[in-house]
């Protein structure tokens, strides 16, 4: 599986984007899959994910990022709404075959390259 995300950028304070992630080599209908993001000097950390049991947020995008996927198109989606500057970071797409993979990125196999969202304040 490879997996290629996109739509990062620069965004203001409270503003929006939306991140894609393409995956090609095999359908993904039941992988788990997840966004994590890394800024700079820090670890990776899980941002928000979707499997078979339903989506889960970390308590810092809570009610601001949205998870969705299209079976169809092999894409899962990062909607990002009121971003804040905290956000910045490059953000992975991530991807596991096993339905019930969670937020701890060990757990993945299959990663993306990231794209870079830069909020300015």
């Known amino acids: 599986v490879q997996l290629q995300a996109s739509g990062g950028g620069l965004a203001q304070t409270g503003g929006s984007l939306r991140l894609s992630c393409v995956a090609s080599?095999?359908?993904?209908?039941?992988?788990?899959l997840g966004w994590f993001r890394q800024a700079p000097g820090k670890e990776r950390e899980f941002a928000a994910g979707i499997n078979w049991s339903g989506k889960r947020y970390a308590d810092s995008v809570k009610d601001r990022f949205t998870i969705s996927r299209d079976n169809a198109e092999n894409t899962v989606y990062l909607q990002m709404n009121n971003l804040k500057p905290e956000d910045t970071a490059v953000y992975h797409c991530?991807?596991?075959?096993?339905?019930?993979?969670?937020?701890?990125?060990?757990?993945?196999?299959?990663w993306g390259q990231g794209t870079l969202v830069t909020v300015s304040s």
């Open positions: 991530a991807a596991d075959r096993n339905p019930y993979k969670g937020s701890d990125r060990t757990a993945y196999a299959y």
């Open positions: 080599g095999r359908t993904f209908r039941n992988y788990s």
